[in-house]
């Protein structure tokens, strides 16, 4: 990934977790591999991790801590209404972001 990717990521990346979790509750790593199916294959677990934690902090998901055959609990994170709020808020940026950008690029080729 580039440069621009990355800083463009910084941007969007909790949203595309946000709609990741809207599939499917995961836990962390589950999260990262499905980014990675995604074709995100840059993105480190710390930075998921942190994300998590912020968007858990904001009350964005609900937690559940789950038995794990290796090691302690994993926390599964889903998607609450709050959550599913923002996911739509987002949505509707991308979309007003997206059109705009595509109609500069239109008019610049």
């Given amino acids: 990934m580039g440069k621009q ?8 990346l ?3 977790v946000l709609a990741l979790l ?4 995961a836990y962390g790593y ?3 591999a499905r980014l990675r199916e995604q074709g995100f ?9 942190a994300l998590l934690v912020r968007i858990e902090q904001r009350g964005l998901v609900d937690v559940e801590k789950v038995p ?5 609990p994993r926390k599964v994170y ?9 996911l739509d808020e987002f949505w509707g940026t991308w979309s007003f ?3 705009r950008i595509e109609h500069l690029h239109r008019k610049g080729n």
């Fill in 41 to 49: 294959t840059d993105i480190a677990e710390g930075t998921v991790y």
């Fill in 78 to 86: 889903s998607l609450n209404e709050r959550g599913r709020a923002d």
């Fill in 14 to 16: 909790e949203g595309i």
């Fill in 30 to 32: 589950e999260i990262t």
């Fill in 68 to 72: 794990s055959e290796k090691g302690p």
């Fill in 22 to 25: 809207a599939i499917q509750p």
């Fill in 97 to 99: 972001l997206a059109d």
């Fill in 5 to 12: 990717m990355t800083e463009m990521l910084k941007g969007t």
